[in-house]
């Protein structure tokens, strides 16, 4: 269960973005408390993915802060940055495994990297790290042998291997059938029930939020417009929410145009 009476795991305060002049981030603010599940949605370019870089430290604001477990990163030396990094683990969309390594060797590369383990141990751990995913019989395939759930859910052992505090996905579901997307989904409740890890999903996949968030968050041209619990939010009337649930567009284009450009196509009217 989310400890909300400690400090939160995560805290975003006044935290402001901009790209070649656009704000992409406006002044945000979010806490997100230890073992909680919090999901972040939006439309495409509302901010999320940008939220996500700030909290994992791979870029600073250009105001504001973000504190993971009480630490500003902003003002932290490149070696407390690095620590504060390792106890951060990432799945990213499209799994980014090398298919150069085996399975188990994308698993033993943090290890080896950022470790004095014995050989020995980053075995056992890395075939540890594959057997709760599920994956324990294919650490010696390569990621492109594997179906596109297996490669997910590589990606997600991978994120595991230095034993985070915080896990971050980033559309865990993207390009999944239901039935495997629904498998994802069980494996990230079971590894907070068994880790109590505090875990930050991006998402476009309604279903997958509903189920798996203790509380959700939504983006809107980079500002956080509404924060609550799942049925909270089911229930809000919040316009920009409703539209976004009820999958409804900001505008519908006229049939009768698209008719009216063919048959000047057809006539040649287009140089």
């Given at each position: 269960m989310p400890d909300t009476a400690a400090e939160p795991a995560i805290r975003v305060r006044d935290v402001v973005v901009s790209y070649g002049g656009r704000r992409v981030l406006d002044g945000i603010n979010l806490d997100v408390a230890r073992g909680e599940t919090m999901v972040l949605i939006g439309a495409s370019g509302s901010g999320k993915s940008t939220l996500l870089r700030q909290i994992i430290g791979l870029e600073q604001p250009q105001a504001g802060q973000v504190l993971v477990n009480g630490m500003d990163l902003a003002t932290k030396s490149k070696k407390d940055l690095k620590k504060?990094?390792?106890?951060?683990?990432?799945?990213?969309?499209?799994?980014?495994?090398?298919?150069?390594?085996?399975?188990?060797?994308n698993l033993a590369l943090p290890l080896r990297e950022h470790t004095r383990l014995a050989e020995s141990t980053i075995r056992l751990m890395t075939w540890m790290k594959l057997s709760v995913v599920g994956l324990a019989d294919f650490g010696k395939s390569s990621p492109r042998e594997l179906s596109g759930?297996?490669?997910?859910?590589?990606?997600?052992?991978?994120?595991?291997?230095?034993?985070?505090?915080?896990?971050?996905?980033?559309?865990?579901?993207?390009?999944?059938?239901?039935i495997?997307?629904?498998?994802?989904?069980?494996?990230?409740?079971?590894?907070?029930?068994?880790?109590?890890?505090?875990?930050?999903?991006?998402?476009?996949?309604?279903?997958?939020?509903?189920?798996?968030?203790?509380?959700?968050?939504?983006?809107?041209?980079?500002?956080?417009?509404?924060?609550?619990?799942?049925?909270?939010?089911r229930k809000s009337a919040q316009p920009r929410l409703r539209q976004f649930f009820d999958r409804v567009p900001d505008q519908v284009l006229d049939p009768s145009v698209i008719q009216t450009y063919f048959e000047r196509y057809l006539k040649g009217d287009f140089e």
């Open positions: 504060i990094r390792l106890s951060i683990g990432v799945a990213f969309q499209d799994a980014a495994l090398f298919n150069s390594m085996s399975v188990e060797e759930g297996m490669r997910k859910r590589a990606a997600v052992a991978r994120a595991l291997s230095l034993d985070p505090q915080i896990l971050v996905f980033d559309e865990p579901s993207a390009g999944l059938d239901p495997i997307a629904a498998e994802l989904d069980e494996l990230i409740l079971a590894l907070k029930r068994a880790f109590n890890m505090t875990v930050v999903v991006v998402t476009h996949e309604m279903a997958s939020a509903f189920h798996i968030a203790d509380r959700m968050a939504m983006l809107y041209n980079g500002s956080l417009i509404a924060i609550g619990r799942p049925d909270e939010l």
